[in-house]
């Protein structure tokens, strides 16, 4: 089987048993989104001898991510019943919701954009500039470098996912 099909096939039901478990639309989908993304990266290396065998990594990962998400809640869990506890939220929202220059969140996104791109050889740097900054159909990124639209699509996943890898790199970096 190749990723998209499991990915077709499988994708609702993920979706389906996270929402049992955790009753929330959104962080069901999350945990799915989650799961299939690890799946993706682990792809090359993982093998499954059948139907089964693959079903049950993807409910195992999917409970795990839920799992997460559950102690990641408890720990910012804080109770509210106290004045002390309020300021410290209401701090914190002050900050969460401090104005945003456009401007310099631009600029930002540009330096690490030409960062991005400034690691790829010439032809991944073209696929980048049609798929990322300007978000061509696969079609028309195959028409422009003689490939057919499959593997337009596969090149570009392999990008995204060496760009997520660079990225990972760019912020370690800036902590």
């Known amino acids: ?3 998209d099909e499991i ?9 389906n048993y996270s929402y049992r478990r955790v009753k929330d639309k959104f962080y ?3 945990a799915a989104n989650e799961t299939f993304r690890l799946l993706w990266i ?3 290396t993982m093998s499954f001898p059948n139907e089964n065998a693959l ?3 993807l409910y195992k990962t999917a409970a795990n991510k ?3 998400r559950g102690r990641d809640k408890q720990a910012n869990y804080i109770p509210l019943d106290s004045e002390s506890v309020r300021n410290i939220v209401d701090l914190r929202a002050a900050v969460d919701y401090e104005e945003i220059d456009p401007q310099r969140e631009e600029q930002k996104l540009l330096m690490y954009m030409s960062e991005l791109r400034c690691r790829l050889n010439e032809e991944d740097q073209k696929l980048f500039d049609l798929v990322i900054v300007e978000k061509q159909p696969y079609k028309i990124v195959a028409e422009e470098l003689k490939i057919t639209p499959d593997a337009a699509k596969m090149r570009s996943m392999r990008l995204r996912h060496r760009l997520l890898q660079f990225v990972g790199e760019i912020t370690s970096k800036c902590k």
Do not use: P
Request: aromatic letters at 24%; charged letters at 35%; zero cysteines.
């Open 66 to 68: 839920i799992k997460e």
């Open 1 to 3: 089987m190749i990723y």
């Open 42 to 44: 682990e792809w090359q």
């Open 55 to 57: 079903l049950s990594w």
């Open 28 to 30: 069901a989908e999350e």
């Open 7 to 15: 990915y077709r096939k499988f994708y609702r039901v993920i979706v």
